[in-house]
């Protein structure tokens, strides 16, 4: 498919014998935002793992591009263009701000040497610019110099998903950004969605937040028990039966 | 003075162990293969000036070199093992390398005496420093000349995105894969690094005590090595280095009218500083504190 | 060399190969339940060893009460390095207990070599006399005893924690420590109590050690520990069943490699085996292939 960048065919994932994931067909078209819901436990969080190689697959292909992903390993996704955030943030809390960005910052290509060692030896100065934009971004600017570990809550998720970016993802996945926060922020981070994916990111957003989901997403896939069993629209998938029936709300007005 | 000198040389090639243990503990690998990396180093560098005749600069490179591949060599095994694990398998490459030199000969003659590494008796006359006229304070320089060196390096690497990137694997391996740090790449040239700095101490090492034997290799080399950077407090060099000069210049010296009972002490003050300070002498916290104090009122960056 | 004489080394490896399978348990059960490695462990076992032979100073006792105080000791010594090196530390601090407890190593390392100053002991032997004659293989009693006194330690240790409700609480501890908790475990009551009760198992292998050789020597405190590391990770970090795999392993290749190529060769023989199990069974012997925490 042309327009697809991430597609998922047939995709499995077994844990002894327990179905992870069973047989998802999945398609995200280029500068499309997805969502992706479902309840606790139906698979949300493995195909993230499993798109970008944190776990192997148990059947099925993943193909990035239109190119297979097969075994390659994480920090070869991410080159490629695949970034994602955690659900419980796993932010690097010894490092500053500005380290954790500085850490992600990952250009496509390095194929200079020039470019390699400015990267690797430079100090702080060389990559300003790069790291300058995400961290503005965020909001963060001022608080470069902070251990990650002692920002706030609301902070660290910013700073989690300024990092995603720092790594100038093509298709970013966002696994329950919302988790934690009041309503402010949530219309923060809708807006910071979409602000994103007008920079030509494509999004993925696992969420429980029905809000958030119907808000800011195109099109809304959704699993249970591992398997696909709706996919459309945020109003079509609203009023689906089998998803109401498998998915008893999380807020959201009808 | 000779004797302050000699305390010297030994705060340098300790230093240049911690050093080289400081930054593998920074990719969260604990390891035991310092002594091993150490006697490499001494060896290769001996046999060198000794035994091939070769001038101090490169047989001490050489001798780097030698033992950097062998660490690249161990560490990929090394990765498919994990936290504790690796302990147990440095500590017994370690010990293979000790046994090995335990049993090894390779002895020329060099005019009325046979030189050369001969088992367990050791490898003797490495007179290098004292056959071309080298003063102990001349030697001593060169040994703090590569330390400075060393600390140079490493201080600059913490500043760069490699520290920060070794710092963040050290942290969170699956946070760094995921937002694209090669692990291998990043553990493995780690390692290599170490042997290349330990391989150095251990050459420099050989030339002046001027005789190497099996038994200075041993588990206990090898703990003061992670003893330094973890007493020290990983968030600098700086730890590391002072930790070398309190454990060796104050409690290894200071204590020494102690006589036998010293090494007893020493296993019950790091048990006592682990319980007091777990995070070590110079821990995040306190180099911060360190460092408002020496900024001032109004210091920046 | 024959092929018996080849059979008869192994042979006699595997009996002296319990002594390695019970401080392999010991310092696998160690870091099943508390993720971190003890490296005093073997050192605490051979010292109680040693603590055992202060009673033959003051009364002839036979054999078997000395090899029954040799655990006790041990298990003194295991409680003391609990509270030294774990029990204060905060859990925020990984690599601290380690090196306390090898710290804890020297400590105890150095305080025998200082109490006998270096010199090796005599150990109470039992059966030494005794040979048992199977085909044209060799069994000599006293490695006999040993064997038989490993297996009893290693079925003891098992039925613990198998079949009471300490060993569930304790296997509980190791899966979900916070779960555990919740349930009603007393943590560092459990921890205390895991650290006694398998320094007083080593201690009992300790003295089997010295029981097969008849000696105590401070030289063995090193290579015991370090093999019995190597047991525990050849065995698979956490799994019993490995350690008592493992450590009879471990003996046979030992005593084979002494056969083939002397005393002072041999330990290195015992470190590639344990290179080749990192490179093909990283997870241990009985593990399906990759190695974890």
Same mark, same amino acid.
Request: charged share 15%.
């Given at each position: 498919?042309?327009?697809?960048?991430?597609?998922?065919?047939?995709?499995?994932?077994?844990?002894? $014998?327990? =179905?992870?994931?069973?047989?998802?067909?999945?398609?995200?078209?280029?500068?499309?935002?997805?969502?992706?819901?479902?309840?606790?436990?139906?698979?949300?969080?493995?195909?993230?793992?499993?798109?970008?190689?944190?776990?192997?697959?148990?059947?099925?292909?993943?193909?990035?591009? +239109? =190119?297979?992903?097969?075994?390659?390993?994480?920090?070869?996704?991410?080159?490629?263009?695949?970034?994602?955030?955690?659900?419980?943030?796993?932010?690097? $809390?010894?490092?500053?701000?500005?380290?954790?960005?500085?850490?992600?910052?990952?250009?496509?290509?390095?194929?200079?040497?020039?470019?390699?060692?400015?990267?690797?030896?430079? $100090?702080?100065?060389?990559?300003?610019?790069?790291?300058?934009?995400?961290?503005?971004?965020?909001?963060?600017?001022?608080?470069?110099?902070?251990?990650?570990?002692?920002?706030?809550? $609301?902070?660290?998720? =910013?700073?989690?998903?300024?990092?995603?970016?720092?790594?100038?993802?093509?298709?970013?996945?966002?696994?329950?950004?919302?988790?934690?926060?009041?309503?402010?922020?949530?219309?923060?981070?809708?807006?910071?969605?979409?602000?994103?994916?007008?920079? +030509?990111?494509?999004?993925?957003?696992?969420?429980?937040?029905?809000?958030?989901?119907?808000?800011?997403?195109?099109?809304?896939?959704?699993?249970?028990?591992?398997?696909?069993?709706?996919?459309?629209?945020? +109003?079509?998938?609203?009023?689906?039966?089998?998803? =109401?029936?498998?998915?008893?709300?999380?807020?959201?007005?009808? | 003075?000779?004797?302050?000198?000699?305390?010297?040389?030994?705060?340098?090639?300790?230093?240049?162990?911690?050093?080289?243990?400081? %930054?593998?503990?920074?990719?969260?690998?604990?390891?035991?293969?310092?002594?091993?990396?150490?006697? %490499?180093?001494?060896?290769?560098?001996?046999?060198?000036?000794? %035994?091939?005749?070769?001038?101090?600069?490169? &047989?001490?490179?050489?001798?780097?070199?030698?033992?950097?591949?062998?660490?690249?060599?161990?560490?990929?095994?090394?990765?498919?093992?994990?936290?504790?694990?690796?302990?147990?398998?440095?500590?017994?490459?370690?010990?293979?390398?000790?046994?090995?030199?335990?049993?090894? *000969?390779?002895?020329?003659?060099?005019?009325?005496?046979?030189?050369?590494?001969?088992?367990?008796?050791?490898?003797?006359?490495?007179?290098?420093?004292?056959?071309?006229?080298?003063?102990?304070?001349?030697?001593?320089?060169?040994?703090?000349?590569?330390?400075?060196?060393?600390? !140079?390096?490493?201080?600059?690497? *913490?500043?760069?995105?490699?520290?920060?990137?070794?710092?963040?694997?050290?942290? *969170?391996?699956? !946070? &760094?894969?995921?937002?694209?740090?090669?692990?291998?790449?990043?553990?493995?040239?780690?390692?290599?690094?170490?042997?290349?700095? !330990?391989?150095?101490?251990?050459?420099?090492?050989?030339?002046?005590?001027?005789?190497?034997?099996?038994?200075?290799?041993?588990?206990?080399?090898?703990?003061?090595?992670?003893?330094?950077? %973890?007493?020290?407090?990983?968030?600098?060099?700086?730890?590391?280095?002072?930790?070398?000069?309190?454990?060796?210049?104050?409690?290894?010296?200071?204590?020494?009218?102690?006589? *036998?009972?010293?090494?007893?002490?020493?296993?019950?003050?790091?048990?006592?500083?682990?319980?007091?300070?777990?995070?070590?002498?110079?821990?995040?916290?306190?180099?911060?504190?360190?460092?408002?104090?020496?900024?001032?009122?109004?210091?920046?960056? | 060399?024959?092929?018996?004489?080849?059979?008869?080394?192994?042979?006699? /490896?595997?009996?002296?190969?319990?002594?390695?399978?019970?401080?392999?348990?010991?310092?696998?059960?160690?870091?099943?339940?508390?993720?971190?490695?003890?490296?005093?462990?073997?050192?605490?076992?051979?010292?109680?060893?040693?603590?055992?032979?202060?009673?033959?100073?003051?009364?002839?006792?036979?054999?078997?009460?000395?090899?029954?105080?040799?655990?006790?000791?041990?298990?003194?010594?295991?409680?003391?390095?609990?509270?030294?090196?774990?029990?204060?530390?905060?859990?925020?601090? @990984?690599?601290?207990?380690?090196?306390?407890?090898?710290?804890?190593?020297?400590?105890?390392?150095?305080?025998?070599?200082?109490?006998?100053?270096?010199?090796?002991?005599?150990?109470?032997?039992?059966?030494?006399?005794?040979?048992?004659?199977?085909?044209?293989?060799?069994?000599?009693?006293?490695?006999?005893?040993?064997?038989?006194?490993?297996?009893?330690?290693?079925?003891?240790?098992?039925?613990?924690?198998?079949?009471?409700?300490?060993?569930?609480?304790?296997?509980?501890?190791?899966?979900?420590?916070?779960?555990?908790?919740?349930?009603?475990?007393?943590?560092?009551?459990?921890?205390?109590?895991?650290?006694?009760?398998?320094?007083?198992?080593?201690?009992?292998?300790?003295?089997?050690?010295?029981?097969?050789?008849?000696?105590?020597?401070?030289?063995?405190?090193? @290579?015991?520990?370090?093999?019995?590391?190597?047991?525990?990770?050849?065995?698979?970090?956490?799994?019993?069943?490995?350690?008592?795999?493992? /450590?009879?392993?471990?003996?046979?290749?030992?005593?084979?490699?002494?056969?083939?190529?002397?005393?002072?060769?041999?330990?290195?023989?015992?470190?590639?085996?344990?290179?080749?199990?990192?490179?093909?069974? @990283?997870? /241990?012997?009985?593990?399906? /292939?990759?190695?974890?925490?």
């Amino acid at each position: 498919m042309s327009g697809a960048l991430l597609q998922l065919d047939g995709v499995s994932r077994r844990f002894g $014998g327990v =179905r992870a994931v069973d047989a998802v067909d999945l398609t995200v078209a280029k500068g499309e935002i997805l969502g992706l819901i479902g309840p606790n436990g139906s698979g949300k969080s493995t195909i993230v793992n499993l798109v970008c190689g944190l776990l192997p697959l148990s059947g099925g292909r993943i193909r990035f591009e +239109g =190119r297979d992903l097969a075994a390659q390993p994480p920090h070869r996704r991410v080159a490629a263009g695949i970034a994602r955030t955690f659900q419980n943030i796993r932010l690097f $809390g010894q490092l500053t701000v500005w380290q954790n960005l500085w850490v992600a910052q990952c250009a496509p290509t390095e194929r200079s040497v020039r470019r390699f060692a400015a990267r690797w030896l430079g $100090g702080q100065r060389n990559t300003r610019e790069a790291i300058g934009e995400p961290l503005e971004f965020s909001g963060l600017a001022a608080k470069r110099d902070q251990l990650a570990a002692n920002l706030s809550f $609301g902070e660290q998720r =910013r700073l989690e998903l300024a990092r995603a970016l720092a790594a100038r993802p093509k298709l970013l996945l966002l696994d329950e950004p919302a988790a934690g926060m009041n309503a402010t922020e949530i219309a923060e981070l809708d807006e910071r969605i979409r602000r994103i994916r007008d920079r +030509g990111v494509t999004v993925v957003l696992i969420e429980h937040q029905m809000e958030l989901v119907m808000s800011v997403t195109d099109r809304v896939a959704v699993l249970n028990f591992g398997r696909k069993i709706a996919e459309g629209s945020p +109003g079509e998938i609203q009023s689906h039966p089998q998803v =109401r029936e498998a998915y008893l709300g999380a807020g959201g007005a009808p | 003075m000779d004797f302050y000198l000699g305390l010297a040389q030994t705060l340098g090639v300790h230093a240049l162990l911690g050093l080289s243990a400081y %930054i593998v503990l920074l990719t969260g690998q604990v390891t035991m293969a310092q002594a091993g990396f150490f006697a %490499i180093g001494a060896y290769v560098a001996g046999m060198l000036t000794v %035994i091939a005749g070769w001038h101090i600069v490169p &047989a001490l490179a050489a001798g780097s070199l030698v033992t950097a591949l062998v660490a690249c060599a161990i560490a990929f095994p090394a990765l498919r093992v994990r936290g504790l694990m690796l302990v147990v398998a440095t500590i017994a490459f370690g010990e293979a390398v000790r046994l090995f030199f335990f049993n090894f *000969d390779y002895q020329v003659w060099r005019g009325e005496i046979q030189v050369g590494p001969l088992g367990g008796e050791g490898f003797r006359q490495i007179r290098y420093f004292p056959e071309h006229g080298w003063s102990t304070l001349e030697v001593m320089l060169f040994i703090w000349g590569w330390v400075a060196l060393a600390l !140079a390096a490493l201080w600059w690497t *913490d500043r760069s995105r490699t520290g920060a990137v070794l710092r963040a694997v050290g942290e *969170d391996e699956i !946070a &760094a894969q995921s937002v694209g740090v090669n692990l291998t790449a990043v553990k493995v040239s780690a390692m290599t690094a170490a042997g290349a700095i !330990a391989g150095l101490g251990g050459g420099l090492y050989a030339h002046y005590t001027t005789h190497i034997e099996q038994g200075s290799f041993t588990l206990v080399l090898a703990t003061f090595a992670i003893a330094y950077p %973890i007493l020290g407090g990983l968030s600098s060099v700086f730890g590391t280095l002072a930790a070398v000069l309190f454990v060796q210049g104050f409690l290894v010296e200071g204590l020494r009218f102690l006589g *036998d009972w010293r090494n007893l002490l020493f296993g019950a003050l790091i048990v006592l500083a682990m319980n007091l300070r777990p995070r070590g002498l110079l821990d995040a916290a306190t180099a911060t504190r360190l460092k408002r104090l020496f900024a001032g009122p109004g210091g920046a960056r | 060399m024959s092929a018996l004489e080849l059979v008869q080394a192994v042979c006699d /490896g595997l009996l002296f190969g319990a002594t390695y399978a019970v401080i392999g348990i010991g310092f696998t059960l160690i870091f099943g339940v508390m993720h971190k490695l003890n490296m005093a462990y073997a050192a605490a076992s051979l010292a109680g060893a040693y603590a055992s032979l202060l009673v033959l100073h003051f009364v002839h006792a036979p054999a078997l009460v000395v090899f029954v105080l040799a655990g006790a000791a041990a298990g003194v010594f295991g409680l003391i390095v609990y509270l030294c090196c774990f029990r204060f530390i905060p859990l925020a601090a @990984p690599l601290a207990p380690l090196m306390a407890t090898i710290g804890m190593l020297m400590l105890i390392d150095e305080s025998i070599v200082q109490l006998t100053e270096g010199m090796p002991l005599p150990y109470p032997v039992l059966f030494d006399d005794v040979m048992l004659y199977l085909g044209e293989l060799t069994f000599r009693g006293d490695l006999l005893l040993v064997f038989g006194v490993g297996l009893a330690c290693m079925g003891l240790m098992l039925f613990l924690l198998y079949r009471t409700r300490l060993g569930l609480a304790t296997r509980a501890v190791a899966q979900q420590s916070m779960a555990a908790q919740l349930c009603g475990v007393r943590l560092t009551r459990l921890n205390a109590l895991t650290f006694a009760l398998t320094g007083l198992f080593g201690g009992i292998a300790g003295a089997m050690i010295g029981a097969s050789v008849g000696t105590l020597s401070p030289l063995l405190m090193l @290579p015991v520990t370090i093999k019995g590391l190597i047991v525990a990770v050849i065995g698979g970090l956490g799994s019993i069943p490995g350690a008592i795999a493992a /450590g009879l392993l471990v003996g046979a290749f030992e005593n084979l490699f002494q056969f083939l190529r002397g005393v002072t060769e041999r330990d290195i023989y015992v470190m590639l085996l344990l290179f080749v199990f990192l490179v093909l069974r @990283p997870g /241990g012997i009985f593990a399906a /292939g990759r190695g974890r925490d």
